[in-house]
């Protein structure tokens, strides 16, 4: 199972949409997130914390998370929200590389929806102050009257193979040996298969054909709110020229690397087991 993914909570849709139901949840038995800001706060056993309503701030805006097993779910939302680079922070990559992978998807969906909503205070349409609705699932204008919605961001991250070799990228400011799969936004206006096949020729002019690329696996990433979109692309040509304003290297890699460098002991250092970068190459090496 991806990092992130199998979050065990019901999503309650019913609930989100009906006010009178999701006050009555918030009593007593509802569960409180423990956040500090958009970091996890973990009890003894070095699982997610919760607490109750009543320790949320008086003037806290509360997302409505899900039930598990009956009990409503809450986290409120933080002061301020993250814009800072998702590995700049190496305290929460410790504390989320101990958690299991049912408190990882929960903390995951928690922290995008709460950054989300700390960032989005007023309306990108007239400038108003916005107000929490459905649970928090959707923030309204109190002056134009304009719903906003919390946004999730396609993004392709892609093995480009050619000849039994797998091209493989090393980002600006990464660690000298790290490299990992290229990867970018999906533009407006096109496929997933036209936006892998574009960025793969914008940083690193290697063609790709659209038609050649096909979808492997999904991933929520709350850095702040992607959905990563893993595909396996054939490439036309292997002749590299490097974006250099995005990568500081770009290579192409054989199995028998990409395998040694997954196990430790290879030319490059694989990404984290949490990305779905890692599990994109576990598939393509064992393949």
Same mark, same amino acid.
């Given at each position: 199972m991806?990092?992130?993914?199998?979050?065990?909570?019901?999503?309650?849709?019913?609930?989100?949409?009906?006010?009178?139901a999701?006050?009555?949840?918030?009593?007593?038995?509802?569960?409180?997130?423990?956040?500090?800001?958009?970091?996890?706060?973990?009890?003894?056993?070095? !699982?997610l914390?919760?607490?109750?309503?009543a320790?949320?701030?008086?003037d806290?805006?509360? $997302?409505?998370?899900?039930?598990?097993?009956?009990?409503?779910?809450?986290?409120?939302?933080?002061?301020?929200?993250?814009?800072?680079?998702?590995?700049?922070?190496?305290?929460?990559?410790?504390?989320?590389?101990?958690?299991?992978?049912?408190?990882?998807?929960?903390?995951?969906g !928690?922290?995008?929806?709460?950054?989300?909503h700390?960032?989005?205070?007023?309306?990108a349409?007239?400038?108003?102050?916005?107000?929490?609705?459905?649970?928090?699932?959707?923030?309204?204008?109190?002056?134009?009257?304009?719903?906003?919605?919390?946004?999730?961001?396609?993004?392709?991250?892609?093995? $480009?193979?050619?000849?039994?070799?797998?091209?493989?990228?090393?980002?600006?400011g990464?660690?000298?040996?790290?490299?990992?799969a290229?990867?970018?936004?999906?533009?407006?206006?096109?496929?997933?298969?036209?936006?892998?096949?574009?960025? $793969?020729?914008?940083?690193?002019?290697?063609?790709?054909?659209?038609?050649?690329?096909?979808?492997?696996?999904?991933?929520?990433?709350?850095?702040?709110?992607?959905?990563?979109?893993?595909?396996?692309?054939?490439?036309?040509?292997?002749?590299?020229?490097?974006?250099?304003?995005?990568?500081?290297?770009?290579?192409?890699f054989?199995?028998d690397?990409?395998?040694?460098s997954?196990?430790g002991?290879?030319?490059?250092?694989?990404?984290?087991?949490?990305?779905?970068?890692?599990?994109?190459?576990?598939?393509?090496?064992?393949?």
């Open positions: 991806l990092a992130f993914t199998g979050s065990p909570l019901d999503r309650a849709d019913d609930v989100r949409a009906d006010p009178a999701l006050a009555g949840l918030m009593n007593w038995k509802a569960r409180l997130l423990a956040l500090d800001g958009l970091m996890p706060a973990l009890d003894d056993d070095g !699982a914390g919760w607490t109750t309503l320790d949320a701030p008086e806290a805006e509360l $997302v409505f998370l899900g039930l598990d097993r009956g009990h409503a779910c809450f986290a409120a939302v933080p002061t301020r929200g993250d814009a800072a680079p998702r590995m700049a922070n190496p305290q929460l990559w410790g504390l989320m590389a101990n958690l299991s992978a049912a408190d990882l998807a929960l903390y995951g !928690a922290r995008s929806i709460v950054d989300w700390a960032r989005h205070r007023f309306c349409q007239c400038g108003g102050p916005t107000r929490i609705a459905k649970g928090g699932w959707q923030r309204a204008c109190q002056s134009c009257g304009a719903d906003h919605f919390p946004r999730t961001d396609p993004v392709t991250i892609m093995l $480009v193979e050619h000849d039994g070799r797998l091209l493989l990228g090393r980002g600006k990464w660690g000298e040996g790290r490299f990992s290229l990867a970018g936004f999906v533009e407006p206006g096109e496929s997933l298969e036209e936006g892998v096949a574009r960025e $793969v020729l914008e940083e690193s002019g290697i063609v790709v054909l659209p038609e050649r690329v096909r979808y492997v696996a999904s991933q929520p990433w709350p850095f702040p709110s992607q959905l990563m979109i893993g595909c396996h692309a054939y490439a036309e040509t292997d002749d590299i020229t490097r974006d250099e304003t995005e990568l500081d290297e770009v290579r192409w054989s199995r690397e990409v395998g040694a997954l196990a002991d290879g030319p490059f250092i694989a990404p984290p087991q949490q990305a779905i970068a890692h599990h994109l190459l576990t598939w393509w090496s064992e393949a």
